[in-house]
């Protein structure tokens, strides 16, 4: 059973930055898209950034130039760098491959 373990969430000023981490189990890492997804509070489920295994990064508009998604399948873990972090990227980001989700990390930006 592949699990999917988000890190490094937290609190941060508007302005501010933080990395997210995704470690996957098992095997054949390499060969699966990657995507980190947020959900605020009453609203639906969204992508923020998605990864192939050929590396084809895609954005949603609302981040683009301010996020990059990056990946080592050496080590199994995907990335998601946040930069000018704005109120209204406070959220619970999930690692994504498939059908298997992450537990998800809470990032809260303040104003």
């Known amino acids: 059973q592949v699990q999917l373990v988000e890190s490094g969430g937290g609190l941060v000023e508007a302005g501010g930055s933080l990395r997210l981490s995704c470690v996957a189990s098992g095997n054949m890492f390499s060969a699966y898209t990657m995507g980190w997804y947020r959900q605020a509070p009453g609203k639906q489920r969204e992508l923020v950034a998605s990864i192939t295994a050929g590396r084809n990064r895609n954005y949603a508009d609302s981040v683009k130039g301010r996020f990059t998604i990056s990946r080592d399948n050496a080590k199994n873990t995907v990335w998601l760098q946040m930069n000018s972090l704005k109120p209204e990227d406070t959220a619970v980001y999930y690692c994504?491959?498939?059908?298997?989700w992450g537990q998800g990390t809470q990032v809260t930006v303040s104003s």
């Open positions: 994504n491959r498939n059908s298997i």
